[in-house]
């Protein structure tokens, strides 16, 4: 995987004017485009688009400072007028590209990346591989902004909305695994973009060819393979360093990588007070 992301790095500086064909690198790696940028997400703490425009305003700068036309440069950049250009150095750069040009600055500069493997795993991953049938996610969802760290109000609001005595149905509704309440997240971003949307469902999975009960929102979910990830400790930071740790030293470690699908967390125990909880987190694989 960290070669992967380097030749990815490679191929974002070979192609800062006209941009890179993420989808066709990954073919031509033996990967998808959907893994990739997943893992690029996760390992550089930004999504895959943003570096590309903060390397792209970083490279642009040293033209910006030189004498060729702001028109001439913003074309050789993919732009079609300065205005656009001007745009996306200012959201970069915080100043203008005519103000850079007068002062010299300010520059805010993204350095290229390079992904180097280190050494870490010292404590071993709670992991298991289950391949599932076909099943169905019944339950109330939701579209809201994705966090990456500490608890999500927007999620929080959305099952204090629900009545308790709802709780109690959809535990009663559920017939397959995994099993108990479920928080299940889909529609996500594939950078994984902090405060993008994405569709959240508080419910449970039943097998596919259970009658969804009205008025519940249904996922259907693909047979396949499933990692599972199990932690305990201060809830959401258990789970949260779970999930980080998923890219940084599951995934590299062996032979599989994430398809598209909805992630799920079930919560197996919990403190009263929800300040500390036993979680799996399922997260949809397949071999690379």
Do not use: C
């Not at 449970?204 to 060819?209: L, R, S, T, Y």
């Not at 998923?246 to 590299?252: C, M, R």
Request: proline share 8%; glycine share 8%; hydrophobic share 40%.
């Amino acid at each position: 995987m960290i070669a992967l992301l380097n030749r990815l790095v490679q191929s974002v500086e070979a192609h800062l004017s006209d941009g890179v064909d993420v989808a066709g690198l990954a073919r031509e790696l033996g990967t998808t485009e959907f893994h990739l940028r997943r893992m690029f997400s996760s390992l550089a703490g930004m999504p895959l688009s943003d570096y590309v425009r903060r390397r792209r305003m970083t490279v642009a700068a040293s033209d910006v400072l030189g004498d060729d036309r702001l028109l001439d440069i913003a074309v050789r950049y993919g732009y079609g007028s300065t205005e656009a250009f001007g745009r996306a150095f200012r959201a970069v750069h915080g100043s203008s590209p005519a103000e850079v040009r007068q002062h010299g600055g300010p520059l805010r500069t993204q350095p290229k990346l390079s992904f180097r493997l280190t050494v870490e795993g010292n404590d071993p991953m709670d992991t298991r591989i289950t391949d599932r049938p076909a099943f169905r996610l019944v339950g109330h969802a939701a579209r809201v902004p994705l966090i990456h760290e500490g608890a999500n109000p927007h999620i929080q609001s959305h099952i204090a909305s629900l009545p308790p005595t709802e709780h109690a149905r959809l535990k009663a509704i559920g017939d397959a695994e995994p099993s108990g309440l479920l928080q299940v997240s889909t529609d996500v971003d594939p950078d994984y973009r902090e405060g993008s949307e994405l569709t959240y469902l508080h419910g449970v999975a039943i097998d596919a060819a259970t009658p969804a009960p009205e008025g519940l929102d249904v996922i259907d979910v693909e047979p396949g393979a499933w990692a599972v990830f199990r932690s305990s400790g201060p809830y959401p930071a258990a789970l949260q360093s779970t999930w980080a740790a998923t890219a940084s030293e599951w995934f590299p470690s062996n032979p599989w990588r994430l398809r598209p699908g909805p992630s799920l967390v079930a919560v197996l125990d919990r403190a009263d007070d929800f300040s500390t909880a036993t979680t799996e987190l399922w997260l949809p694989i397949e071999r690379e």
